[in-house]
């Protein structure tokens, strides 16, 4: 477990889902390779933080599948190998995203 506190922790995902948006439009472009490999960082960023979180902290947002975020954050880094680049554009491109950035925002103020 890190030292860091919650709102940090928060604050660190929060910044990760800014990085993966701003990645987006390089997707159709020849930038496509790079902007996968950045986005991939962000989201081993976003399942570090989430993993160093305590269960109290977790708590303040039942609503967010946890657990599902620290597992593609192993799958990143550990199964690299079998990460679908379409799996990540449906991660960055869905509402699961959208809500830990919603939660990410409340929750680091």
């Given at each position: 477990m890190t030292s860091r506190s919650a709102v940090t922790l928060f604050a660190d995902m929060l910044a990760a889902i800014e990085a993966i948006h701003s990645y987006r439009a390089a997707l159709r472009g020849d930038g496509r390779a790079l902007a996968i490999d950045a986005i991939k960082y962000h989201l081993v960023v976003i399942g570090e933080a989430v993993g160093n979180l305590s269960a109290e902290a977790r708590m303040q947002a039942p609503e967010v599948p946890w657990a599902s975020i620290k597992g593609l954050r192993n799958l990143l880094t550990h199964e690299y190998f079998d990460i679908r680049e379409e799996l990540?554009?449906?991660?960055?491109?869905?509402d699961d995203l959208l809500q830990l950035e919603a939660v990410?925002?409340?929750l680091s103020n």
């Amino acid at each position: 477990m890190t030292s860091r506190s919650a709102v940090t922790l928060f604050a660190d995902m929060l910044a990760a889902i800014e990085a993966i948006h701003s990645y987006r439009a390089a997707l159709r472009g020849d930038g496509r390779a790079l902007a996968i490999d950045a986005i991939k960082y962000h989201l081993v960023v976003i399942g570090e933080a989430v993993g160093n979180l305590s269960a109290e902290a977790r708590m303040q947002a039942p609503e967010v599948p946890w657990a599902s975020i620290k597992g593609l954050r192993n799958l990143l880094t550990h199964e690299y190998f079998d990460i679908r680049e379409e799996l990540l554009i449906e991660i960055i491109e869905g509402d699961d995203l959208l809500q830990l950035e919603a939660v990410a925002r409340r929750l680091s103020n």
